[in-house]
């Protein structure tokens, strides 16, 4: 009885917290690697057009499989900035060199509004500036 009692307050203060601060979309992502060369930088920009906020977000790719996500508090939103830097050391050279994706895995809104879309984003392959060896898949729904 007691453990009936619990559920209803937890259900009850979900429900307003719910209702003040409601759920909005996300941005899913899953890498499963075969490499990955040098220090890769994703920069991931979200524009909440409800809450009128801009969201960043930094992902480093440290390791092969990786899962993140991207939140937004409203259902309207734009990806303003998707960057891929790849910083490596040429030993040859012995100095480092920096790679920039832009647009990386074509996520850029380019002016059109998400309206209520999550989206999954699946990385594989080998993850170098070059994008010929790696490959996005985009899932919305």
């Given amino acids: 009885m007691r453990y009936i009692f619990m559920l209803l307050a937890f259900l009850f203060t979900f429900s307003a917290y719910a209702e003040y601060y409601p759920a909005g979309q996300n941005i899913q992502i899953h890498t499963q690697l075969s490499a990955v060369v040098g220090k890769p930088r994703w920069l991931l920009i979200i524009r909440d057009i409800d809450h009128q906020q801009m969201i960043p977000y930094v992902f480093e790719v440290q390791k092969k499989d990786n899962f ?23 030993s040859s050279s012995n100095r480092f060199k920096k790679f920039k994706t832009n647009n990386f895995c074509s ?35």
Avoid: F, M
């Fill in 68 to 90: 993140w996500v991207a939140a937004t508090q409203g259902k309207h939103y734009l990806i303003t900035v998707s960057q891929l830097q790849i910083e490596t050391y040429q």
């Fill in 107 to 141: 996520l850029e809104s380019n002016g059109r509004i998400h309206r209520g879309d999550s989206i999954t984003v699946n990385i594989t392959g080998k993850l170098s500036p070059r994008p010929e060896t790696y490959h996005c898949q985009i899932n919305i729904y």
